[in-house]
């Protein structure tokens, strides 16, 4: 098992062992996912059609109106585009 320290700012260093496994260099951007108690990391080298299915469709849709009332309530602002 590989461990890292977060620093103050919140930040690790990705160990070498890790980099090389998965191919990560200098600017490569990664994404973070949230599985329970969990957090997996992944390089973000496809296309953004890849990520379709890694987060679970909601048991309840909600209409755009609803979304709307919601950010509202919660001191958001809405933007026009």
């Known amino acids: 098992m590989t461990t890292a320290k977060i620093t103050s700012k919140g930040q690790i ?3 070498i062992e890790i980099r ?6 200098a600017g490569v951007k990664v994404i973070f996912l949230i599985e329970g108690n969990s957090v997996r990391f992944l390089p973000f080298t496809k296309d953004i059609s890849s ?4 987060v679970a469709k909601p048991k309840n849709s909600v209409s755009l109106e609803e979304m709307k009332t919601t950010i509202k309530s919660r ?3 809405l933007i026009k585009l």
């Open 13 to 15: 260093t990705i160990p």
């Open 20 to 25: 090389n496994e998965l191919g990560l260099t």
């Open 51 to 54: 990520l379709k299915g890694i």
């Open 75 to 77: 001191g958001g602002k």
